[in-house]
Each structure stands twice: as C-alpha cells, then as structure tokens.
C-alpha cells in the first residue's frame, strides 16, 4: 500500500508562487505515473496534471493550468513536485496527489492552496 504525503500548499497573494510537493512511501522510479487533483470547497475534484515517470518525464495538464504549472519528480527523493506560477484567485483549493498501482488509486491527505485577490 502507498502512503503519500502533501506539503508546501499556503496562502499566496494573486501573480505569486508555491511549490507542493507529494512524498510517496516506496520508490517510484517503477511507477507509470503520478498526478495532481484538487477541488475547490463545494465543487467537484478537478484533474490538474501528470508525469509519465516510466516513460522519460512526459508530462499532461489540464487547459486551466498550463503554462503556470509544471509537474516535476525527483526519483531519488521519492517525490513529484507541482510548481504552481501566477496564481489566480481561482486557484484556490486542496491539492491532492495520486498514483495509479495494481489497479487501485491512493490519495494523499491534501495540502490547502489559497489564492488572494
């Protein structure tokens, strides 16, 4: 079972930066992929972006974010990174990480984006 593990989410002024990152419990280098979500507070949770680990690095986002964010990973540290670039307000929301094993989902606990006006 993985475990992940968010951190780095805050509060931002509007055109600022955070960096989330998401810990995994088990080396990844083996993982097809991992990603983000969030879900603003009452709306529906939102694919944000993807990293084909095993496929060299390719990365996917939703029209919503790219350009702004970029999806990384660190293999040696265990991590996909989400740096997220001038924010909007609409930005604001929790940010979850997730991988896709042996045909089941994990979720990480989620760290708070709040983005002001």
């Known amino acids: 079972q993985v475990q992940l593990v968010e951190s780095g989410g805050g509060l931002v002024q509007a055109g600022g930066s955070l960096r989330l990152s998401c810990a995994a419990s088990?080396?990844?280098?083996?993982?097809?992929?991992m990603g983000w979500y969030r879900q603003a507070l009452g709306k529906q949770r939102d694919w944000v972006a993807y990293?084909?680990?095993?496929?060299?690095?390719?990365?996917d986002y939703a029209d919503s974010v790219k350009g702004r964010f970029t999806i990384s990973r660190d293999n040696a540290k265990n991590t996909v990174y989400l740096q997220t670039n001038i924010l909007k307000p609409e930005d604001t929301a929790v940010y979850y990480c997730?991988?896709?094993?042996?045909?089941?989902?994990?979720w990480g606990q989620g760290t708070q984006v709040t983005v002001s006006s």
């Open positions: 088990e080396s990844i280098f083996r993982l097809e992929g």
């Open positions: 990293i084909y680990i095993s496929s060299g690095g390719i990365t």
């Open positions: 997730y991988v896709d094993r042996g045909g089941r989902r994990y």
